[in-house]
């Protein structure tokens, strides 16, 4: 079974902190990857992508190790607009294999 | 924004009728796909369609029907649904179908099946 497992938190952290999401994949032939995030009751929506050792964005970068199939995702300076559920997502041919997700809540 | 947008947004239908999603995309794109989220499950690929040819099928029962009539439109047609059917049911669409391509999401029809 390809899976992608990510712990469902939630992370609860106060503004101007950082968090970080692990993320671990089964499918080794995964090609790419990706994080997304969902408010809730609103559709997902790309926040990164990553096909080969990281990637960087602002306050947000995701690392990707091959080797030990994880993925994850560093959020710096959080602010309150963070809050939201983190996606994380394998992609091969046409398949994306998405993640529960990671609930997080920035506080005041 | 209006990249993907689906109707109806809301749907109550019982187990013996028949009705359809339908997902438009703006973008130009070549790819559309189905997706089903279920409460505490993560999203579940149902089709995917390249230049309105169905690509892949997740082995999703045969009450759900879709079609693609050109490769800005998608539909859904379900029929005889079970309650554990209802979900949210997401359209996305990318650029080309393939593991490089960003998928956008509509706004999703949140269905319930008495």
């Known amino acids: 079974r390809k899976e992608v497992e990510q712990d469902p938190g939630p992370f609860n952290v106060p503004e101007g902190a950082t968090v970080a999401f692990n993320c671990t994949y089964s499918?080794?032939?995964?090609?790419?990857f990706f994080w997304y995030r969902q408010d809730c009751r609103k559709e997902p929506k790309l926040l990164m992508s990553?096909?080969?050792s990281g990637n960087e964005d602002g306050r947000f970068t995701a690392q990707l190790n091959r080797a030990s199939q994880y993925i994850s995702l560093l959020i710096r300076d959080s602010k309150l607009s963070d809050s939201a559920t983190y996606l994380c997502?394998?992609?091969?041919?046409?398949?994306?294999?998405f993640g529960k997700g990671t609930k997080l809540s920035v506080i005041p | 924004e209006t990249g993907v947008t689906q109707t109806p947004r809301h749907l109550v239908m019982g187990m013996t009728n028949k009705k359809s999603l339908k997902c438009e995309q703006h973008?130009?794109?070549?790819?559309m796909y189905w997706y089903k989220q279920s409460a505490k499950k993560p999203l579940e690929l149902m089709f995917v369609?390249?230049?309105?040819?169905?690509?892949e099928n997740n082995s999703v029962p045969s009450r759900f029907s879709p079609e693609c009539p050109n490769s800005s439109h998608l539909f859904l047609h379900l029929h005889t649904l079970q309650p554990e059917d209802s979900a949210l049911y997401l359209c996305?669409?990318?650029?080309?179908?393939?593991?490089?391509?960003?998928?956008?999401f509509g706004p999703g029809t949140r269905l319930t099946v008495l």
């Open positions: 996305a669409s990318s650029q080309e179908a393939g593991a490089y391509n960003e998928q956008f």
């Open positions: 499918n080794s032939a995964s090609q790419s």
């Open positions: 990553v096909y080969s």
């Open positions: 997502v394998g992609a091969g041919s046409y398949q994306l294999t």
């Open positions: 973008l130009g794109h070549n790819a």
């Open positions: 369609y390249s230049l309105e040819e169905r690509v």
